[in-house]
């Protein structure tokens, strides 16, 4: 059976946090497949994006339809992400030793 999820009718025109996306997988199905239309979500979190990014890659038949400019930024974003190998160049990275937090105030204050 095919679904279509109105996003924004169910969670907002904002979606912000993994725990939304979570709730709307938790009523999924692993037999029937789903249109996530984006109509009306102006802005997504990168972290609900991510959300997203695992349900329709997981388990489940998903695909996310009618996304705002934004929100496909975000989702592409995510998306490259995930296939990118990570270069980080330790070679300038310094440890600074805040033992309490006033310490480590001042450190971030005068960076």
């Known amino acids: 059976m095919k679904?279509?999820?109105?996003?924004?009718?169910?969670?907002?025109?904002?979606?912000v946090t993994r725990n939304t996306v979570e709730s709307i997988e938790k009523r999924l199905n692993h037999e029937d497949e789903y249109l996530f239309d984006m109509s009306g979500v102006k802005h997504i979190s990168r972290s609900a994006a991510d959300e997203?990014?695992?349900?329709?890659?997981?388990d489940y038949h998903v695909v996310l339809v009618n996304m705002e400019p934004f929100v496909k930024k975000m989702m592409d974003v995510v998306s490259i992400g995930r296939f990118k190998?990570?270069?980080?160049?330790?070679?300038?990275?310094?440890?600074?030793?805040c033992p309490d937090m006033e310490s480590l105030s001042k450190c971030l204050l005068s960076l």
């Open 85 to 97: 190998t990570r270069d980080r160049n330790e070679e300038h990275d310094e440890v600074i030793h």
């Open 52 to 58: 997203f990014f695992n349900v329709a890659h997981c």
């Open 3 to 15: 679904h279509i999820i109105k996003i924004a009718e169910i969670i907002n025109a904002e979606v």
